[in-house]
């Protein structure tokens, strides 16, 4: 009797264990690459000659002596996402798919982002080699002691906006005045706030600011006069949803959109970050050329193959239905393409502006982003300017002097 | 069949009518609101009150239900319906474990906490000051402080999301073994002093027995908040493959299709109706033998 009960226990044990294994793993599909011993030479053909950042009077970055980096052979390195497996994160995505990153000796496990998982602290922590992050937001961890630095600025504009039905006249920031305006808080609202004291409006007295959720009911629904949405996801959303004095969708004449990149106030959004710490190791510095070199080819890709990278999104497990994954990835392309210093360059202007208004700015709660200006080591063009000459010698478009977005055609539901 | 098992049998299709009644009942609440209600909402003294009624605040019912046949992504071969299953299915083996490892841990702690009075003493504030902290701060403390330790676990976030079931779970088992096996009456354990049995021999024979009854609504509510903390870090940390995870995503399609959201919804008040059933089916395995005026 008692043994049985011992077996019975053991069994009960057992199966806990069982079952807590199964609801692990469970990924039909893995996102890595099986590096065959990457041989290619990246990053060890350096010169000093490419070392000159674009000058600006922040200085000239962190300096990296490329020439010093050696070039990685079926390294294993993990990037981090912001967010789940979406269009936004295309070329990462497609540098998998398309055997880039194998090209370049290294093997990539791309790791999901959530809710409450910050990316630059991930890697800060070490658990992760390269992250993808808002500028704002990762130099704000910065100040908070994590020492990540941005090792190429895919994203080159900011794809914020304030979207508004036409009758209510909102064209300019200027116009927000006396309108109530949506924004998502959690620090994604100082490029409102920025706008708001260029057109010499208060935040606090002359618009009503309200919390917004992530969907855009709120100005469907005639709550919010404008509303925050990004060019590729909430603003497709409300093109994807029935407008229902006319049955059908919601058509992009029926809106106002004000952009903040328009509006001379956009702050840089997804960088590719690294650990500043380990740049100094040549094994490390070797990957993060090389990865950014093959992230970069991937982008390329997708600026050239914009169905072929929604494809390879969808086929990744995204939820996003495929017309708005094409729509989203025709959106990114616009943020990223065409790009005249070269993609993935740190642009000197757009930094000290993001840097500017994130240290000058304050919210409702009279908070800014940063306490002071980030030191000089938090950003830097070597990598960069290194990854860009070697895909130049491969013979790959890092302009895209030529780009032209494609014509999305929306869906209901984006389906 | 005897006249018992009659009565059995009747109160059990009894309890099974009065669970689809309720769901009509609630059904057909949600449509007379929706009918009658202001569609814009009702506010009294300047604060919103009332809840929208218009289909994007407050969906038909059967628009929910229609969206589970529908295909989840055009081109998709799976329903929302098949999607909502796995992942509540997946969720449900998390909770699972989560339940099990955690009511393993509270009986453990509860029995180190009667054997020796110092660690009850020790533990007992810690044990209650663990459940005040709010979940949604768990969740990411806990995914970190594993990603801090390894490479490995970072990419791991189910994992994470067990261990806050199992935070969650483990403290009622605890409190209702721990109060169990304190309530033994005096006379029964004096017998077993006389019969010169040792502490593990009385625990198993007799103090586990008597703990019994407290430890059957103490696994409801731990079964309870074993998918609440599976389902809120799934929410939390995207965990992929979760019915949290879902909610997540049919959240952000809530602009064009509100209904959707609720397939999901649906899906995690199936997980936790199915856990219900399990903990419901440990409870009468635990009672089996009881004559039921010891209970």
């Not at chain 1, 609202?189 to 959720?213: C, H, M, R, W």
């Not at chain 2, 007379?32 to 569609?39: I, N």
């Amino acid at each position: 009797m008692r043994h049985g009960r011992a077996a019975k226990l053991a069994a009960i044990v057992s199966l806990a264990g069982l079952l807590v294994a199964a609801c692990g793993d469970d990924e039909s599909s893995s996102d890595t690459t099986a590096a065959a011993g990457g041989t290619e030479t990246t990053a060890a053909a350096g010169g000093s000659d490419t070392t000159a950042a674009a000058g600006g009077d922040t200085g000239a970055g962190l300096a990296v002596d490329v020439a010093s980096c050696t070039a990685p052979e079926g390294a294993k390195v993990k990037l981090q996402l912001q967010w789940v497996t979406q269009a936004q994160f295309a070329g990462y995505f497609a540098a998998v798919d398309q055997g880039f990153y194998e090209k370049a000796g290294l093997d990539v496990e791309i790791v999901e982002g959530g809710v409450d998982i910050p990316p630059q602290k991930t890697l800060a922590s070490g658990a992760v080699d390269f992250a993808i992050s808002w500028v704002p937001k990762a130099l704000a961890e910065r100040e908070a002691g994590a020492k990540v630095t941005n090792i190429a600025q895919v994203f080159q504009r900011s794809g914020t906006l304030q979207v508004s039905f036409k009758d209510k006249n909102i064209t300019s920031a200027a116009d927000f005045k006396g309108k109530k305006i949506g924004n998502w808080g959690f620090g994604n609202e100082y490029e409102i706030f920025a706008a708001l004291s260029k057109a010499g409006l208060d935040p606090a007295s002359d618009v009503t600011l309200l919390q917004q959720n992530f969907d855009m009911n709120g100005l469907l629904s005639g709550e919010i006069d404008a509303a925050e949405a990004m060019t590729y996801n909430e603003y497709a959303q409300v093109l994807e949803a029935i407008n229902p004095d006319t049955g059908a969708l919601y058509q992009p004449e029926d809106l106002n959109v004000v952009s903040y990149e328009d509006e001379g106030v956009g702050m840089l959004q997804d960088a590719i970050w690294a650990d500043e710490t380990r740049l100094s190791d040549p094994a490390y510095c070797g990957q993060a050329v090389a990865f950014v070199k093959a992230s970069l080819e991937g982008w390329a890709y997708c600026r050239d193959n914009a169905q072929a990278c929604a494809d390879i999104v969808v086929a990744k497990g995204s939820k996003l239905g495929a017309t708005h994954q094409l729509w989203q990835m025709n959106e990114v392309n616009k943020l990223i393409w065409p790009a005249e210093g070269g993609v993935g360059v740190i642009d000197t202007a757009a930094w000290d502006r993001t840097v500017e208004i994130a240290s000058g700015t304050k919210n409702l709660d009279g908070a800014t982003v940063l306490t002071k200006a980030p030191d000089a080591t938090s950003w830097t063009n070597d990598i960069v300017n290194e990854a860009v000459k070697l895909l130049t010698a491969d013979g790959v478009d890092v302009n895209g002097s030529s780009f032209a977005p494609i014509e999305v055609t929306l869906t209901e539901g984006g389906a | 069949m005897t006249d018992a098992e009659r009565q059995r049998r009747r109160t059990r299709i009894r309890r099974a009518s009065m669970f689809a009644v309720a769901f009509v009942l609630v059904a057909v609440s949600w449509e007379l609101y929706k009918a009658v209600g202001p569609e814009k909402g009702g506010t009294i003294f300047g604060t919103r009150i009332l809840a929208r009624t218009d289909d994007r605040a407050m969906p038909h019912i059967w628009d929910m239900f229609s969206r589970f046949s529908e295909s989840e992504v055009r081109g998709g071969e799976d329903s929302v319906f098949v999607v909502v299953l796995r992942a509540a299915w997946y969720s449900f083996r998390c909770a699972l474990a989560a339940f099990v490892a955690g009511s393993l841990l509270g009986i453990g702690l509860a029995v180190l906490m009667a054997r020796f009075r110092f660690f009850e003493r020790a533990l007992m504030p810690y044990l209650v000051i663990s459940q005040t902290v709010p979940i949604i701060v768990l969740a990411p403390l806990i995914f970190s402080l594993m990603a801090y330790n390894s490479r490995e676990l970072a990419s791991k976030t189910w994992l994470a999301a067990v261990l806050l079931g199992v935070f969650l779970a483990f403290f009622p088992v605890a409190m209702g073994t721990l109060r169990g096996l304190q309530t033994t009456p005096s006379a029964p354990l004096e017998l077993m002093d006389s019969y010169a049995a040792g502490w593990w021999k009385t625990l198993w024979k007799l103090r586990f027995p008597n703990a019994v009854p407290f430890l059957a609504p103490a696994l409801r509510l731990a079964g309870a908040a074993a998918v609440v903390g599976v389902t809120v870090s799934e929410i939390s940390l995207g965990v992929r493959y979760g019915v949290g995870r879902l909610i997540l995503s049919y959240g952000q399609e809530a602009t064009s299709d509100p209904p959707k959201l609720y397939t999901a919804v649906f899906g995690a008040a199936a997980l936790g109706l199915v856990m219900a059933a399990v903990v419901v089916g440990i409870d009468r395995l635990l009672m089996r033998n009881r004559p039921p005026e010891a209970v």
